[in-house]
């Protein structure tokens, strides 16, 4: 079922706001999928979402080569029994302080815990246009 990205049902937020681990599948440069276990989270006032790494990862470097060509295709996505949510949108790589911190914050919220200091955390930001999923 088709959700508004922007304006998503209050079960469907409710259930991004749960602690649930999630999957962002990233494209390698030969075309297939390359799908890891990861932290997100949502933003709907924004329409983004949010996952923290390590810029040597190869979330990361999928990401980086797809830009140079024209943009990072991604999803992320979470199940819990028979509910399951999914997020669209185009990636990029940030590595301002700024927007990094923001994302350990939102991170440490929604995951009950501050993940260790990391000099080499960057952020994948996600600037969603399409959400699916069933509550």
């Known amino acids: 079922m088709a959700i508004d990205v922007r304006d998503p049902s209050p079960e469907y937020l ?3 706001r749960e602690y649930h681990l999630c999957t962002l ?12 276990p990861v932290g997100v989270t949502y933003d709907p006032e ?3 979402a949010r996952v923290i790494t390590n810029k040597s990862s ?11 060509q024209g943009g990072a295709r991604v999803a992320v996505c979470q199940v ?3 509910r399951w949510a999914t997020l669209e949108g185009r990636a990029t790589v940030r590595t301002e302080r700024e927007a990094v911190e923001d994302a350990v914050r939102r ?6 815990r501050m993940p260790a200091p990391n000099p080499d955390r960057v952020l994948i930001e996600i600037a969603l246009d399409r959400a699916l999923g069933r509550g």
């Open 107 to 112: 991170y440490a919220e929604r995951y009950e």
């Open 80 to 82: 819990h029994r028979g």
């Open 25 to 36: 599948t990233t494209q390698r440069p030969d075309g297939s999928p390359h799908v890891v």
């Open 14 to 16: 409710a259930f991004w």
């Open 46 to 48: 924004a329409g983004l």
């Open 58 to 68: 190869t979330k990361v470097a999928n990401i980086l080569a797809a830009q140079r």
